[in-house]
């Protein structure tokens, strides 16, 4: 199996694939310092090889893109950039053609295979009706088993199902002086992907005023543009700072089943700002966030849903939602996790406490080392193998707890 850096799993919490990946960075650094006088660099791309990771192949290509001399080794980088993406496309293609994929597929290669990310999220939009709406009814204490999440339909519709265009493709993988070219023409044709491929560049390259015009010709046609225009808004960007346009433009596309914008509607009402402070709206907003797939909503509903504590049911679901929330690596999820089992006066609990500490240590949460080194001496060594295999079972998803 290679891996995307971005691609995670949970039986990787404990792999040091962060340590790997840190020793070859710093490898290729040194190879490259020696280099820089020989300009032989083979030792350099047989390292970058020598690891199963695709990302760090593609932060080369970025890195030396405009050096003429490393021309050959970007060639090879390329070719085998192309061989692991079709292995995992390969692999892919054996999977059931299902959201849940499409999500994993994204999170872990849409940095380096954008291409073969795509062509699986058009084939599965051949199959699937979009979503219309959502009920803003829903229950509070919906299990995270019914995720669901809807696609961007403004941004599906209308890709070139024959061949990306070199605009949307430059755009993912962040190359935006390329990709600012690329897209300007169509465009300024009219092209409704090609016009929110130009906000979001301008918007990364600084470029605040022009990224704000360019999602305002778009925002009719597509959630994402309405969502980068709240951004806009909240930080006073290429325009004047308005936090109730932020929450209306945020709400306005979340309410077209954009996640992102979900998520930040339930800040707003959770905050208060742009709006007035609405924890029952807050809950139902992350709750659509959470459905469609947004870790920090996950992470911020189950913290909510924690501290009302209104039900033995309640406080259960948002124990689960910050399960799965840590499963998609989110630090703070299992440091919460870990602080809430470690207010408990069971030894059990202590244990599995640490073990959280730990997940979170992994997943670069600073606070957790502390925490799981001061609470280390009270727990004993078969104590902490045992809630190591619980935590690992509920990474794999084979228990709750």
Known sequence: MLYGCAGYQ???????????????????ETLNSANSKTHNYDTEVNTLFAQPYIDPLTDYINRHIDDKNRAEPLRKVSNERKVRCQK?????????????????????YNYSCPK??????????????????????APSDISPTAVKPVLDQA?????????????????????????KQACLSPATEGDARAQLNMAIIH???????????????????????????????????????????????????GEEGYADAQYMTAWCYESGIGTRKNPEQAIKWYQRAALNNNVPAKHSLGALLVQQNS?????????????EAARAGYDESSLLLGQLLQESEQPDDKAEALVWYEVAQQQGSPEAVELA??????????????????????????SNG
């Not at 084939?123 to 009814?137: G, I, Q, V």
């Open 10 to 28: 949970p039986k990787d919490l404990f792999a040091q694939s962060k340590h790997w990946l840190e020793k070859t960075s710093e490898r290729l």
């Open 373 to 398: 080194k001061k609470l280390r001496k009270d727990v004993s060594p078969e104590a902490l193998n045992t809630a190591r295999r619980q935590i690992h079972r509920i990474l794999d998803g084979e």
């Open 155 to 179: 941004i599906v519709s209308n890709v070139n199902k024959e061949q990306l265009n070199d605009c949307y493709l430059l755009t993912t993988i962040s190359n935006f002086r390329e990709a």
């Open 203 to 253: 918007k990364a390259m600084g470029e605040y005023p022009q990224s704000f015009e360019w999602a305002e010709k778009v925002q009719d046609q597509s959630p994402r543009a309405r969502y980068l225009l709240g951004e806009l808004y909240a930080s006073g960007q290429g325009v004047k700072q308005n936090d109730k346009a932020a929450f209306n433009a945020f709400e306005k596309a």
């Open 311 to 323: 039900t033995p049911s309640s406080l259960r679901n948002g124990q689960n939602w910050l399960i």
């Open 116 to 137: 073969d990310v795509e062509a699986f999220a058009l084939r599965l939009a051949d199959t699937e009706k979009p979503e219309t709406s959502e009920s803003a009814s």
């Open 88 to 108: 995992i496309a390969d692999l892919y293609a054996k999977r059931p053609l299902t959201q849940a994929s499409l999500n994993r597929y994204q999170a872990g």
